[in-house]
């Protein structure tokens, strides 16, 4: 027993040995996600224990036998794992903590720590953008500090968000939307790209992030990327949902009891006899009645449908080797409107929106120091709508009198009125009868992208180019149709066999017509840059300089200036420096090029620079470290660009031969010869330039769990390109001289707050994000003639300030009529009419008389805020939008009802709060009714009686879903996947009440904007 116990012993050293002996060194470097090395990280091998930290160069050695688990971790960076089986050079690149300071952002044409940036720009995790919508710029108001958007219709294809960035700070035509660039890529659509496919979306507001940008960047930057993949096993993602859409809300009209009572009582008012006898209006109402001799429609209720839907699907790939990398996906996006069919006709009118995107990112290491990446993304889409258009179908039900004639007449004939040859409003005509649109589109971006590192010739000096071509085309196919028109017989409904007496009132045909169109353009981008990044100790230099040209080429436009391709040449650079991570300090340049300028000032100079400083990081500002656990102050200051004059060639003087000339002869046999004249007097002309200054405050507190971003900007935009409106008649000019006249001035400010999430207790946490964003603009110079009057200046108020009279209320008394101003100019005043104010005294009311009344539709102050919250394995995100100091001057049948004239156009359902002889209001919606243009002049004048407050907050989206348990369907290779629920545009508060108040329209007739309520599923092989 002995020698057993010996032997054993014996053999312990040369087992440990034999172990050692099968362990093997694994080396490799650790970088971040800038490529810089990152000394100090420390690996472990988990099974052993040993540890080792990298050195300057962010190399490491540590021993592992097969199967070892090893990890990589560092302070404010995601813990790198890996089990070691065949490479014994791991190459690691760690990921900072979302939203640390170590996290690195996207800039202008590259890359920085998020600690190091001194210029304001504001970003989103891409997940919160996943939602089942068309069009991404509707999901980006309140989420997004200095972003103001609103969404303006929801018909399906047309449903995009209008965007600027800090306001509007341009006007007279000029482009005032932000500039987009996808990959580093300008002139891409926002509403293009699958929500699934962002790997980051940036916001560059000030000039020190955009200044790069030159003659482009003073409206803000919106940045983009794409996913790419990453080093690991494939990943494959399958997301798909299926939902219901239906309006946010539907327009209220007049039932037709109410239609016919209100128009008798406003011809009656208006000297007239009334058009309804009590014997039609009870035949109409008794539901006996022959629908065809005395119809009674509801034509929003007879033309749309309560819900429609949609559906989204979404399908990638990623994964790789060390050298190779790649990520795939395909995704599909279906939407139906609500407008309903005819299933009597043989032709699809259905009103449908279909995408396909796809996205191909491969990454490869050619050698150790040479890159190439290649990105291929795209979509197809096809919209069909009926031939009247589906965007006519409310302004036709609108604008159709409810009980005039029905939607058709026995024998599939098309019932309707007409005057001239111009046909009534037949909303059900208009969708189901006038045939089909298609319209197709396609869009292919590539772009190329190589990049070597010189660290062999100058340490930290790398280079890189890229090449991109796009191509976007679009088809129409027009098979419309004008049906023929009858109406009964008013005088006679029968014929003597009994049938209607149907009489034609417009000869139209059958048949479907056939035409096409088509459009596109073709883009090409080069693009080069030289990058310098070295750390020196406790200093970090960066530097970059890029070389970018642009080349568009629109190949269907039939006129000669924009056939011509449209070309920029942009120079830019990018100098920083920190110290100690505590100061930092950079200089940014931007020098760009168009032909669209005159040749003197083709080129523009552009040059910012910006300050940071972390009082955090300070020796006298520990005693405050238990409140602030970081506080940074930043300052930039710098001059972008405001691109487009609208012009092309806006600096040449261009000749017509289709001027206004001389007539010859006698009247009814002369001859016209028409004259030579100037269209466009040639102008220096150029871009406008912002002087753009920043003040930005980022402190966190409760142990890092409570961040505030604060920013205060100001902006002053001069050279804004206008048609001069000072320019005296006398002159003698067909066309006025243009050029770089308008100056604006704007200010605001904008913030971000987030609440990490913080532990509930039993498995739960909850986290809270809000935004906000307010700004103001002042008109400085538009070119216009001074006005008299102060009160009636342009000058001095903000851009889209509407001017009209300023309403007192309603004249109760005949009396009162006598004693107050004259207002015979604007429409003979009756007794519940508007009492327009005597601003300049003169006792009488004119347009001498106008003065600013609102400050127009787009919201000085937008905002949001959110939270999530996590049970287990259950998720609740719910996110809320507001705006403020949006008016809308409503008009049309809104504003004065029956103003379709004739027999057309119905009224709103609130018509009942009016003015009347029994009931002299004081503050009803509608002063005294009117039925023909005299006897609504008066009222039907733009005034503060029309304008409405149209702020309102939207319960935007809410997701609720599961998460189901790791391993549930492991047999089949899944690791997790997720059942939800997502709801989007789910109610509102406002207190307009006429139509859902964020759509562009003054009386309503627009497709609403839609709800949609949607379940689906996610999973991850």
Excluded: C
């Excluded at 409106?725 to 604006?744: C, E, H, I, K, R």
């Excluded at 100091?885 to 119905?906: C, E, H, L, M, Q």
């Amino acid at each position: 027993m002995l020698w057993i116990f010996i032997l054993f012993f014996g053999a312990i050293p040369g087992l440990l040995k034999a172990q050692e002996t099968g362990s093997i060194a694994i080396t490799g470097t650790v970088k971040d996600k800038l490529d810089a090395v990152m000394e100090g990280v420390t690996i472990g091998n988990l099974r052993s224990g040993e540890t080792v930290v990298t050195n300057a160069q962010g190399q490491f050695s540590i021993r592992a036998n097969k199967g070892d688990s090893l990890m990589a971790s560092y302070v404010g960076y995601q813990p790198f794992r890996w089990v070691f089986r065949e490479r014994i050079v791991e190459n690691i690149s760690l990921e900072a903590i979302a939203g640390s300071l170590n996290d690195v952002v996207v800039v202008g044409y590259g890359r920085q720590k998020k600690v190091s940036l001194v210029g304001a720009q504001s970003t989103i995790k891409a997940e919160e953008l996943q939602h089942p919508v068309a069009n991404l710029s509707t999901m980006l108001a309140g989420r997004i500090a200095g972003l103001v958007g609103v969404q303006r219709s929801g018909l399906p294809g047309s449903n995009s968000a209008d965007v600027w960035i800090r306001g509007i700070q341009t006007f007279g035509g000029s482009q005032s939307g932000a500039l987009i660039i996808i990959d580093g890529i300008q002139g891409r659509d926002l509403n293009s790209i699958d929500p699934e496919d962002i790997a980051s979306f940036t916001v560059l507001k000030d000039a020190a992030s955009t200044a790069v940008y030159g003659s482009l960047g003073a409206n803000g930057v919106v940045l983009i990327t794409t996913k790419k993949g990453k080093t690991g096993k494939i990943s494959l993602m399958a997301n798909y949902n299926e939902g219901i859409t239906s309006f946010t809300k539907v327009q209220e009209m007049a039932d037709a009891k109410t239609y016919m009572n209100i128009k008798n009582e406003a011809m009656i008012a208006s000297g007239l006899q009334p058009q309804f006898t009590q014997a039609y209006i009870d035949s109409t109402l008794s539901g006996t009645a022959n629908p065809y001799v005395y119809p009674n429609i509801d034509w929003i209720d007879y033309l749309f449908k309560k819900y429609s839907s949609n559906r989204r699907f979404n399908f990638s790939a990623s994964g790789g080797s060390e050298n190779t990398k790649f990520y795939t996906s395909v995704a599909y996006y279906n939407e139906a409107s609500l407008l309903k069919t005819d299933p009597n006709v043989d032709y699809d009118a259905g009103t449908r929106f279909q995408r396909y995107n796809f996205t191909s990112n491969i990454d490869m290491n050619w050698t150790k120091t040479t890159k190439f990446s290649l990105g291929i993304t795209g979509y197809i889409t096809n919209f069909n709508e009926p031939g009247s258009g589906a965007g006519q179908a409310f302004v036709q039900a609108m604008n159709a009198s409810p009980v005039f004639y029905p939607p058709m007449y026995p024998g599939n004939l098309v019932s309707g009125i007409a005057y001239g040859a111009t046909p009534s409003p037949n909303p059900w005509a208009a969708v189901t009868q006038t045939g089909y649109v298609k319209r197709f589109q396609s869009k292919v971006q590539s772009n190329a992208r190589l990049e070597q590192d010189l660290s062999f010739w100058l340490k930290g000096l790398s280079i890189n180019g890229t090449y991109s071509f796009d191509v976007f085309n679009e088809s129409f196919q027009y098979r419309r149709r004008n049906r023929s028109i009858y109406y009964l017989n008013q005088a006679q409904h029968y014929k003597e066999d009994g049938s209607l007496n149907l009489e034609q009132m417009i000869n139209g045909t059958d048949d479907l017509g056939f035409s096409i169109g088509n459009g596109g353009v073709r883009q090409f981008t080069a693009e080069g840059q030289l990058l310098y990044d070295r750390t020196f100790g406790v200093h970090h230099i960066t530097s970059t300089l890029v070389y970018n040209q642009l080349s568009q080429i629109y190949p269907f436009e039939g006129d000669l200036k924009q056939f011509i391709p449209h070309r920029q040449q942009n120079y830019a650079g990018r100098a920083t420096y920190a110290y100690k991570d505590k100061y930092f300090g950079e200089v940014n340049i931007g020098y760009n090029g168009s032909e669209d300028y005159a040749p003197s000032r083709r080129f523009g100079f552009f040059p910012s620079f910006g300050v940071g400083w972390v009082l955090s990081n300070e020796k006298f500002f520990e005693p405050l470290s238990n409140v602030f656990q970081f506080f940074k102050l930043r300052y930039s200051n710098g001059i972008a660009g405001a691109p487009g004059t609208g012009l092309r060639f806006g600096y040449l003087t261009l000749i017509t031969t289709g001027a206004r000339g001389i007539s010859f002869g006698l009247p009814g046999n002369s001859t016209s010869i028409s004259g030579i004249n100037i269209s466009q007097y040639g102008a220096d002309v150029s871009w406008a330039t912002a002087h753009t200054q920043d003040l930005g405050l980022e402190f966190n507190v409760l142990n890092n769990k409570l961040s505030f971003v604060l920013d205060y900007f100001k902006s002053y935009r001069t050279g804004v390109f206008l048609t001069r409106a000072d320019f005296p008649s006398y002159a003698g000019l067909q066309y006025n001289p243009v050029g770089n006249y308008g100056t604006v001035d704007a200010s605001g400010f904008d913030g971000t707050v987030e609440l990490k999430a913080i532990p509930l207790g039993m498995k739960s946490n909850i986290s809270f994000r809000g935004t906000f964003t307010y700004n103001t603009d002042v008109l400085v110079e538009n070119k216009q003639a001074p006005f008299a009057d102060p009160y009636q200046e342009r000058r001095g108020q903000n851009i889209l300030a509407q001017f009209g009279y300023v309403a007192e209320g309603l004249f109760q008394s005949q009396a009162e009529i006598e004693n107050s101003a004259d207002q015979s100019a604007l429409g003979n005043p009756r007794v519940g009419d508007i009492k327009y104010k005597d601003l300049n005294g003169d006792g009488v009311i004119n347009v001498y008389d106008q003065t600013k009344i609102s400050r127009g539709d787009v919201p000085n102050l937008v905002y949001g805020f959110g939270f999530n919250v996590n049970v287990g394995q259950f998720y609740l995100s719910a996110f809320f939008q507001g705006v403020s100091g949006a008016y809308r001057t409503i008009g049309g049948i809104a504003r004065v009802p029956f103003s379709g004239g004739g027999n057309d156009g119905n009224v709103y359902a609130n018509i009942v709060d009016r003015w009347t002889e029994d009931n002299h209001a004081e503050h009803p919606f509608y002063p005294r009714l009117g039925f023909n243009s005299n006897a609504t002049a008066n009222n039907n004048q733009t005034s503060t009686w029309w304008v409405k407050d149209i702020s309102f907050i939207r319960f935007k989206t809410l997701d609720l879903g599961y998460n189901l348990p790791k391993g549930s369907f492991k047999r089949i290779g899944m690791q997790n996947a997720r059942i939800y629920f997502s709801g989007v545009n789910l109610l509102y508060w406002s207190p307009f009440k006429l139509w859902d108040p964020e759509m562009n329209t003054g009386d309503g007739n627009t497709y609403p904007n839609t709800r949609n309520l949607s379940v689906g599923i996610q999973a991850n092989f």
